[in-house]
């Protein structure tokens, strides 16, 4: 694929990410962040006491909760155990939480594995059939000096990145494996080199997701809403996008060149005729 072919597609699929991310929360966004709200944060210690009872467990919550969000805890399923604080009455005035916490008592919680009933919210998933381009991305992670493991012990992540190695969550779907890849390969080719500052979560997830966009419209798959959502998730804007634009386009351009062979089609974009906020005369070099 030439750097021509690559700098037009990657400046097509932007206008289009851009503006998804300019329309706002989808539907489906809107009811994740919804159900979001109905879970907790839990200390290291409940985290820890969760994964030595039930080392599978991704979402957790209590029976209550679990009725809130539609769905039933499943009959004879054991409780995991964890402490929940016990809270006495703040004076006037008086803000932090931790200031308040006068004991610990034993609470109840369940695995989303051990309920049953209406399905939980999630994100648009990638659609479509990645073909030899999946086996070409592999051999570039490869290539790169970047291990790639399968796991079904990531909790409710579906990928890793951990600095010259790249898990992916065990049975995902090709397209979605796809661009889970390509996102955790963006993190390694961006986020971890052994100096320098590291931008912010926010910069670092918007940067990789959209990595994972262009390349995957790149090559014919239907990402729907995934990528604007993600993105939305982490707060991630308009302005975090432009601000990371040559950064993406260079990421993009380089995967794309590795799985591409020059004069290989499959792309819709690349029917279409360069236009919108980041047309040709506009856009940073890649």
Same mark, same amino acid.
């Given at each position: 694929m030439n750097t021509a072919s690559v700098k037009r597609l990657v400046g097509q699929a932007?206008?289009? @990410?851009?503006? #998804?991310?300019?329309?706002?929360?989808?539907? &489906?966004?809107? $009811?994740?962040?919804?159900?979001? *709200?109905?879970?907790?944060?839990?200390s290291w210690r409940n985290v820890l006491l969760i994964h030595v009872q039930c080392p599978e467990a991704s979402r957790v919550a209590g029976y209550r909760a679990w009725q809130k969000l539609?769905?039933?805890?499943?009959? *004879?399923? %054991?409780? !995991? &155990? !964890?402490?929940?604080p016990v809270?006495?009455?703040?004076? #006037?005035?008086?803000?932090?939480?931790?200031?308040? !916490? =006068? =004991?610990?008592?034993?609470?109840?919680?369940? #695995?989303v594995s051990q309920t049953e009933? %209406?399905?939980? $919210? +999630?994100?648009?998933?990638? +659609? /479509? #059939?990645?073909?030899?381009?999946? +086996? &070409?991305?592999?051999?570039?992670? %490869?290539?790169k000096g970047i291990a790639l493991e399968y796991s079904d012990r990531l909790g409710g992540a579906e990928g890793l990145s951990a600095g010259g190695r790249v898990v992916l969550k065990e049975g995902l779907p090709r397209p979605t494996a796809f661009s889970v890849l390509v996102h955790?390969?963006?993190?390694? @080719?961006?986020?971890?080199?052994?100096? /320098?500052e590291q931008p912010s979560r926010k910069v670092r997830e918007t940067e990789a997701e959209a990595v994972a966009y262009v390349v995957c419209q790149a090559i014919g798959l239907e990402t729907h809403t995934a990528a604007s959502d993600y993105i939305q998730l982490y707060r991630g804007d308009r302005e975090t996008l432009l601000a990371s634009? /040559?950064? !993406?386009?260079r990421t993009a351009g380089e995967i794309l060149r590795a799985i591409r062979p020059a004069g290989e089609t499959g792309s819709a974009l690349e029917a279409q005729q360069p236009a919108g906020l980041l047309s040709t005369a506009q856009r940073p070099a890649a």
């Open positions: 932007m206008d289009r @990410l851009i503006a #998804d991310v300019e329309a706002g929360h989808s539907d &489906r966004l809107k $009811a994740y962040l919804a159900m979001l *709200g109905r879970f907790h944060r839990y539609g769905r039933r805890v499943r009959a *004879g399923q %054991r409780a !995991i &155990r !964890i402490l929940a809270l006495r009455r703040a004076p #006037d005035g008086e803000e932090e939480e931790q200031d308040r !916490i =006068a =004991a610990f008592k034993a609470a109840c919680v369940f #695995d009933g %209406r399905p939980l $919210a +999630e994100f648009s998933r990638v +659609e /479509g #059939d990645p073909g030899p381009c999946m +086996e &070409r991305l592999k051999h570039l992670v %490869r290539r955790e390969l963006a993190h390694e @080719l961006l986020h971890c080199a052994p100096t /320098g634009l /040559g950064r !993406i386009q």
